[in-house]
């Protein structure tokens, strides 16, 4: 079999991609090319690009980008160090490499959100956006300081040492939402009744959201984009390996984190 054959398998699966505008194509190598071992990341580093060339594998199934662009091509950075080295790596290893992003965000059940959810422990939907990037959950009432410990105690198996927490410590939460990487919760699920949003780095503005989230009395806890994402990718392993056990499947967690020094 080949990457191809891959691709098409999971967009036959996800109605809700737009074949025209999605990130979900091949980023490097021949994708016709006969495939035996595979390796998945949540993002094409170059440590993972090596380390899934290392491994002896044909292909590198990765959700986010592999230069740091987020478009089909991901031209803008391929003739810019240190893209430059990053391609020529690829071109002479001849790796293949599949991005699956808009097919794996809001996959039901074993998705990035929904597994985010999941382990979180949050298993009581009360309400979503039509995009399914992002939900509102019900828990029993805690205070904003537990809920952020229990994240936090979550997380930490993942490799992050911390969240970040908006908010006054002993404000009653009972609504939690999350969402999807930068697709974040924002004023549409607090309208659904969110009083504790679930944010990542990278799609949350502490000016623009950060304060008018707290005059409104809603809580923000903020945790790495790659930590809320890693319960999915493994899952997208899993999937994998299941859907085509002919495969080697090897699973890349690396890629740097944010670690916490207290002066």
């Known amino acids: 079999m080949n990457t ?20 979900d194509t091949f980023k490097a190598g021949d994708p016709f090319k006969e495939i035996k071992s595979v390796a998945v990341a949540w993002m094409g580093t170059m440590q993972n690009i090596q380390l899934a060339h290392e491994k002896g594998c044909d292909l590198l199934i990765t959700h986010e980008p592999i230069f740091w662009h987020h478009s089909q091509d991901e031209k803008p950075e391929r003739d810019q160090v240190p893209g430059i080295a990053k391609q020529k790596f690829l071109d002479e290893t001849g790796l293949v490499v599949l991005r699956v992003h808009d097919i794996w965000d809001p996959w039901p059940e074993i998705g990035i959100r929904d597994s985010w959810a999941s382990g979180l422990g ?11 990037f992002v939900a509102v959950y019900e828990i029993p009432e805690t205070t904003l300081s537990s809920f952020a410990k229990h994240v936090a105690e979550k997380v ?35 309208k659904e009744g969110a009083d504790v949003v679930v944010v990542c780095d990278d799609g949350f503005s502490y000016w623009q959201r950060g304060e008018r989230f707290y005059e409104m009395g809603v809580g923000v806890i903020m945790v790495n984009h790659g930590t809320s994402e890693m319960w999915g990718i493994e899952n997208l392993v899993r999937y994998i390996k299941k859907t085509f056990p002919q495969l080697d499947v090897t699973y890349l967690d690396k890629h740097p984190r944010y670690w916490t020094i207290i002066g």
């Open 4 to 23: 191809n054959d891959i691709r098409e398998h999971l967009l036959s699966k996800a109605p809700w991609v737009n074949l025209e505008h999605t990130v």
């Open 122 to 132: 949050l298993e009581k939907r009360l309400a979503e956006d039509e995009t399914k």
């Open 156 to 190: 930490r198996p993942l490799g992050q040492d911390s969240v970040w927490v908006l908010g006054e410590p002993d404000w009653l939460v009972s609504h939690p939402a999350v969402g999807t990487g930068c697709g974040t919760p924002g004023l549409e699920m607090i």
